[in-house]
């Protein structure tokens, strides 16, 4: 148990520790762990031989200490507990407590390639109704592979900041229309962060997950659907995604996430060899999205068709290479009922079924809103843990 | 005229001086231009005082320099230019010349997002007719706006590395098949290299495609289209593309293209005003495609239907920002003859009518094929330039 008494219960524990990177004032960006409502300077604790991690917690990104590996990243893991436990060192860490609101946050990590997967059943299967109306709701491809595609790594942004309504084509009744994209929506998604890279032309197996990916962000993929709609045939989703992508200031260990693994559901029919994971697991990560403070979705992130293993197997089967920086996103979150869907396309059935937020109705997003997404996971001894939040505002188009 | 009279007439004069970056043995990355078969060591010129870039060409990729921006780069190629004309500075200079035969050349710069377009009409309808035969060729969006979608940035390999072919799912005849791609295939596309980076939530206007695009690359965007075919529904190319994409060693500037910029092919319907580019100029650059030496195909790049500045436009209309090192390029570059065609899809048609290549009936590429892309442009006083080719080897399977 840590002597920060305020961390207790907190889901910002020292079962959790996640990793950030902050800025006091005009300050330069040092890296962090959130422990409850504050900051330890991991930066100061490099410098003053408090933890040693090759000066890699001295910089302003946590690029160089993600590319560490796992032995790494759990020795600096199990310094960090023993600081933040034993009174001992309390003397030297304290000085080095900063409270989150004298900070503000970074980008935690440079991202090097963004890709989103569409891992959710019930998420593919509610678009493919909505969009393909009295067709099948699954493609044939979708239960043999996970469908995935490349993102803009250059717009992805820490939580916070605010999302400018993006402009573009969109449909008209007489051939396309242009201006600010009157569909904005939001995905709830889980971030996967890749920190020891691979070689081009080699494979990494599901089995090598844990040795490549440092941890977990929340994400918000946001999303024009009247400009996706557009132009998404035949080559995907471009301009319709490519004006943000919110992640989380805090990335999660999968080491404080040891708990959090659960059976994923079974896969019918059979997936290739390269897919098998054993054992196939998911992660009971258990997110609300917000709603200009109303929660309006509880998507369950254990019910995820596609594992994150699986997801990194097919990834890389190709022989493309991983770079330290990537994220990989889950594809929205969306569980069986309407209450646990991660996209107000699915809330709102395609905008035709508005809901009452904060006593207005609504379909997609007006000028104004915020959207802050939250999720638990399971911690040691019944207990839980907290994931950073992802926040945004939206700000009209300019 | 230069003083490195091997130089003359080889498409690497002063009116060329494109940029690389290149090693000698063992040692350390190092900025040059080209000049004939000779590499003139930048990083050298700017330690001796000779060129003043700010310490940019010191650096082990282009990047920094590219993002100086336009008077900067025209500054550093006047001052090039004297060095390599006036004979007073024969002695200082040519000691800082190395022969490209001594020479590794690595990546020019470090790639941000990777941004693939479709912008032949042609090469468009020949891939609507092979695999959507008996609709319409090209969907109702493609004149409306240049479809595109983001690539995987970090398998963008140098002009000469090795390409393994990938492994994936593939259709078979009772479901997908797991293997090595049957039918690969090259892209023969131009890319537009970014230098001058804009912020998040504005727009870059077609008029200022010179104040952000650095240059042009050759560009070879390996597609396997098995692995495409069975996963591009309904979210884009995604394996089929992200195992490599070949670039040249040299950049050419802008600058080095003047004389090459020609009206592009009118429009219609007409385009939205964002995409509106006056004077809307293409590129003369022709193409040829080599197929283990044999010259294939040559595409011609003037006849394309969306212009470089109206890519750029559309990729920036929703407020997405740029980053110096984004690469975007054109989309496989087709004429309207079968002997025009960027892709051997194409030149074979889904590989149903194939060619004869040294001698050998072929349809998609063997393991030990070589693929060289090459270019010419229109110089001044009626010559022309030699844009830097891009080639690729393939390497069986792993």
Same mark, same amino acid.
């Given at each position: ?6 961390a207790?219960g907190?889901?910002?524990?020292? @079962? ?9 004032? %005009?300050?330069a960006?040092? &890296?962090?762990?959130r422990i409850g409502?504050?900051?330890? %300077?991991?930066?100061?604790? +490099?410098?003053?031989?408090?933890v040693? #991690? ?26 960090i507990?023993?600081?933040?436990? $034993?009174?001992?060192?309390?003397a ?19 991202? !090097? ?5 569409y ?9 493919g ?17 996970? &469908? ?12 916070g900041?605010?999302v ?20 904005l929506? &939001? $995905?709830?998604?889980v ?8 070689p ?6 599901a089995? *090598? ?11 918000? *993929?946001?999303?024009?659907? *009247? /400009? ?13 995604k ?6 989380? #200031? ?8 040891r708990?959090?693994?659960?059976p994923?559901? *079974? ?10 994971? +054993? ?34 197997a097919?990834?890389?089967v190709?022989? #493309? ?8 996103a889950?594809?929205t ?7 646990q ?11 035709? @079924?508005? &809901?009452?937020v904060?006593?207005a @109705?609504?379909?997609f997003?007006? %000028?104004?809103?915020?959207?802050t /997404?939250? #999720?638990?996971a ?6 839980? /843990? ?10 009209? !188009?300019?």
């Amino acid at each position: 148990m840590t002597w920060v008494t305020s961390a207790q219960g907190s889901g910002y524990g020292v @079962e959790h520790l996640p990793y950030g990177v902050f800025r006091v004032g %005009d300050g330069a960006p040092r &890296i962090g762990v959130r422990i409850g409502d504050l900051v330890f %300077d991991l930066a100061g604790a +490099e410098a003053a031989d408090l933890v040693l #991690a090759g000066g890699a917690l001295a910089l302003p990104t946590l690029n160089t200490f993600l590319a560490l590996g796992r032995p790494q990243w759990m020795a600096v893991r199990q310094r960090i507990t023993e600081l933040l436990t $034993e009174s001992a060192h309390r003397a030297a860490v304290e000085p080095l407590l900063v409270p989150l609101d004298e900070v503000q946050m970074e980008l935690p990590f440079e991202v !090097a390639d963004y890709v989103d997967f569409y891992s959710s059943e019930q998420h593919a299967s509610n678009v493919g109704q909505i969009f393909r109306p009295g067709q099948p709701p699954l493609l044939p491809n979708w239960k043999h592979l996970p &469908i995935g595609y490349h993102g803009r790594a250059g717009t992805v942004v820490v939580s916070g900041t605010p999302v400018v309504r993006p402009q573009g084509q969109r449909p008209g009744p007489d051939g396309p229309v242009y201006g600010p994209s009157a569909r904005l929506d &939001i $995905e709830a998604e889980v971030g996967f962060v890749v920190g020891v890279p691979s070689p081009l032309g080699s494979r990494v197996a599901a089995a *090598d997950f844990a040795d490549h990916v440092f941890g977990v962000v929340l994400v918000n *993929d946001w999303s024009a659907r *009247d /400009i996706q709609a557009w132009e998404y045939q035949p080559l995907g989703p471009f301009l319709g995604k490519s004006f943000a992508t919110s992640v989380a #200031a805090w990335v999660t260990p999968l080491d404080a996430l040891r708990h959090a693994f659960v059976p994923a559901p *079974d896969q019918d029919p059979p997936v290739a060899g390269y897919l098998r994971d +054993e054992p196939h697991l998911g992660l009971d990560l258990r997110l609300t999205v917000n709603w200009n403070g109303e929660p309006v979705s509880e998507p369950p992130f254990a019910g995820m068709y596609w594992t994150p293993a699986q997801q990194l197997a097919h990834l890389t089967v190709n022989g #493309a290479s991983l770079r330290t920086g990537d994220l990989y996103a889950s594809g929205t979150v969306s569980g069986p009922r309407r209450d646990q869907v991660g996209s107000f396309l699915e809330l709102t059935w395609g905008g035709a @079924e508005p &809901i009452t937020v904060a006593g207005a @109705e609504r379909t997609f997003l007006a %000028d104004g809103d915020t959207v802050t /997404i939250t #999720a638990t996971a399971p911690g040691p001894d019944g207990g839980t /843990i907290t994931l950073g939040e992802v926040t945004g505002l939206v700000l009209p !188009a300019r």
